[in-house]
């Protein structure tokens, strides 16, 4: 049976961790998936090679875990949207997803993802809303607690969730991928998101919410 490691020995695991999917994140960016080499992932972290094989063995693997590292947002960075106002809560989320979107490299992380999707089809299945896991989840947990409370009727958070994030994306993320200088202002940022939760408002949304 292993021995559990210390508290220090994981603290200094998922450092190391951190260190490598940055340094992954890097180097796949600048220099495509075919010429990113582990050594030099492991040299530009900071660690040995056998740290870097330890917890990704497989260049693969670690391609994967960047990919999806890249879109997580851990539920304590999530503001906590206001109970019983579906509207403003769906706005809170909104913008948490779209300053998600507004990460450095998501643009270009999305293009090695697109390029190399043919030698990761499960990746491409786990990432169709890619970057929302967490947030996607906090999204149908609000939808399922709107409607316990009676202000929403949602009766698939699975399909309600995508559908919001989508009307979001298609107007503040994808165009960027085709158009590099695309931007908008908070104050479009900020209707984008609006019109989105409107949008589901109007759809799912009962008398109580209004």
């Known amino acids: 049976m292993p021995r559990e490691l210390s508290a220090y020995h994981r603290q200094v ?3 190391n961790r951190v260190a490598i999917l940055d340094a992954a994140a890097g180097l796949f960016l600048e220099l495509g998936y075919d010429r990113t080499a582990l050594a030099r992932v ?16 497989t260049k693969a693997q670690l ?9 997580a947002a851990p539920d304590s960075e999530l503001a906590d949207p206001p109970a019983g106002d579906f509207h403003a809560g769906l706005v809170v989320l909104g913008l948490a997803y779209t300053q998600l979107l507004s990460r450095p490299g998501m643009a270009d992380l ?12 499960d990746l491409r299945e786990r990432t169709f809303d890619f970057g929302t896991l967490p947030l996607l989840a906090a999204l149908r947990r609000y939808l399922r607690a709107e409607t316990d409370a009676g202000t929403a009727d949602v009766a698939d958070p699975d399909v309600a969730a ?15 991928l085709v158009h590099g200088n695309w931007s908008l ?19 799912y949304g009962t008398r109580a919410s209004v």
């Open 42 to 57: 492991a040299e530009r972290a900071g660690v040995s090679k056998a740290t870097l094989f330890k917890q990704f063995p």
């Open 162 to 176: 995508p559908q919001f994030l989508g009307m979001i994306a298609t107007v503040v993320f994808w165009p960027r």
């Open 110 to 121: 999305i293009r090695t993802l697109i390029a190399e999707a043919p030698r990761f089809p």
């Open 13 to 15: 695991a998922a450092s």
């Open 63 to 71: 391609f994967e875990a960047t990919v999806l590292a890249a879109g």
């Open 185 to 203: 202002t908070e104050e479009e940022t900020l209707r984008v998101v609006d019109e989105a939760a409107r949008t589901i408002v109007a759809r």
